[in-house]
């Protein structure tokens, strides 16, 4: 059974940083893409970042663009999310995805999600 679980999530003032991690179990993370989504309170879930299973081009959110980085360890069969200059806007939970299919922004790509970690960023 596969299983993810997200952790380093919590509460920073704007303008901090933060860094998410991502462990597996039950599927090796380097066979796959990888990648994380959050969702507000109230709103849709949504896309943030993704990294492809060959160490590729990561995509990102035009709304984290040059603030989050997503890396991965196959080796440790961990994925991470950067985020630096946090924003209020970036409160939201977290969660990470693994998955095969096209399309690495819609979640319809993915195949097993974490159970999320809340990240808040106070003004």
């Known amino acids: 059974q596969v299983q993810l679980v997200e952790s380093g999530g919590g509460l920073v003032q704007a303008g901090g940083s933060l860094r998410l991690s991502c462990a597996a179990s039950g599927r090796i993370l380097g066979s796959y893409t990888m990648g994380w989504f959050r969702q507000a309170a109230g709103k849709e879930r949504e896309f943030v970042a993704s990294i492809p299973r060959s160490y590729g081009i990561t995509d990102y959110a035009d709304s984290v663009k040059g603030r989050f980085t997503i890396s991965r360890d196959n080796a440790r069969n961990m994925v991470y999310l950067q985020m630096n200059s946090l924003k209020p806007e970036d409160t939201a939970v977290y969660y990470c995805?693994?998955?095969?299919?096209?399309?690495?922004?819609?979640?319809?790509?993915?195949?097993?999600w974490g159970q999320g970690t809340q990240v808040t960023v106070s003004s």
């Open positions: 995805a693994t998955g095969g299919r096209a399309r690495p922004r819609s979640s319809d790509a993915y195949d097993y």
